[in-house]
């Protein structure tokens, strides 16, 4: 267990190169790391590569379940093969401008049955005295699903189920339990995520890599499905999640800008269902809002400018009055699959709109 000191908003420091090297990680250099200077928040942990934070308040303090990056020596490409994580680290803190304590491995993609490789994005939810952790990995056929893990702890360790739930695919579950009681998974990412190549509800070994490839079509939509009430299965199959423009009509597949990509996240504010992604190629965080968690979502804009490093990936909590946003960037390495969770306050509008981050504050954007 590691506890790493934070002083101010998502502000960390807990250099451990021995810890890196442990990890199979490369350490930072000052010659490779962004200027953090312009940073509006500082690495939360610095120890071990952290990326994807899934945040939630659990028995009073945030635990929170990132990705766990590490240098696995593999060649960068587009389907995004150098993202080949193994494991997970749990994180908690009892405030934030508290210090994060590092529970250790909470699960291990060797403990999984049926995992092949590429431990990505979790999720993790509460329900009867159960702790549950979600997460996406290719099975031994290279495609990906994904898998539920329980514990009686929200630090884990985390015992996987022996198959993968039925009916799911793709990447990044985020797992949304409305005020009553249901439980919704969103989940859903384009290129190396997959999505493309389960168009027709079957999947395509050697479908497109990247969308549907048409442009003026309506883009791929993230997927919802209910849980059951023991969280582990589907109550019923995955559906789009539809995303319209203010006009009431989806966003296409060549709106780079506003479309859906990966990251999908759901949070509940003044009655209203907030559903937030990334848009991936474009590096934005941005969000639509509706009056059911299934949807359909009136596109409203971008809350988050591009952070530095390929990816965009968050989530959103409320604590203790407060909304905050967790996410990554790669201050501390500089290098796309080596990334840093970051915190940082979010704020809603009279209006209900979400007002605009700018991660790095001191730099012109």
Not at 247 to 273: A, I, Q
Not at 311 to 329: A, P, Q
């Amino acid at each position: 267990m590691f506890v790493c000191l934070v002083s101010g908003v998502g502000l960390g420091a807990c250099q451990s190169d021995k810890a890196k090297q442990e990890n199979g990680e490369k350490t930072s250099s000052a010659s490779d790391s962004a200027d953090s200077t312009q940073a509006l928040s500082k690495p939360l942990v610095s120890h071990i590569y952290t990326a994807d934070p899934s945040a939630h308040v659990f028995n009073g303090k945030i635990y929170i379940y990132p990705s766990h990056d590490i240098d696995a020596g593999v060649k960068e490409d587009d389907e995004g093969a150098h993202f080949a994580m193994r494991d997970y680290h749990i994180l908690s803190m009892d405030s934030i401008n508290g210090s994060v304590t590092d529970h250790g491995v909470g699960l291990d993609i060797k403990d999984i049955p049926w995992a092949g490789r590429q431990l990505w994005a979790p999720d993790a939810a509460y329900k009867n005295g159960t702790y549950y952790l979600y997460f996406p990995v290719k099975d031994k056929k290279d495609v990906f699903r994904m898998g539920v893990a329980t514990s009686k702890s929200p630090s884990g360790p985390f015992k996987a189920e022996p198959t993968p739930i039925e009916g799911s695919f793709s990447i990044d579950p985020a797992v949304f339990t409305d005020t009553d009681g249901q439980s919704y998974m969103y989940f859903g990412g384009i290129w190396g995520g997959q999505l493309q190549r389960w168009a027709t509800g079957k999947y395509a070994a050697n479908g497109s890599k990247t969308d549907s490839g048409n442009d003026k079509e309506p883009a791929l939509s993230p997927k919802v499905a209910r849980m059951s009430k023991d969280m582990l299965h589907f109550d019923a199959p995955a559906k789009d999640l539809k995303i319209l423009d203010k006009e009431g009509k989806p966003l296409l597949t060549g709106d780079h800008d506003r479309r859906f990509f990966e990251g999908g996240w759901m949070h509940k504010y003044n009655g209203k269902y907030y559903f937030s992604y990334s848009t991936g190629d474009t590096h934005y965080l941005a969000y639509a809002i509706g009056n059911s968690p299934e949807g359909p979502f009136t596109y409203q804009g971008v809350f988050m400018t591009p952070v530095k490093g390929w990816t965009t990936h968050h989530s959103i909590v409320e604590f203790k009055g407060r909304w905050y946003i967790f996410y990554h960037d790669t201050e501390l390495s500089g290098k796309t699959h080596l990334r840093n969770i970051k915190v940082a306050e979010l704020v809603h509008k009279a209006d209900g709109t979400i007002e605009p981050i700018n991660p790095y504050p001191a730099k012109k954007m």
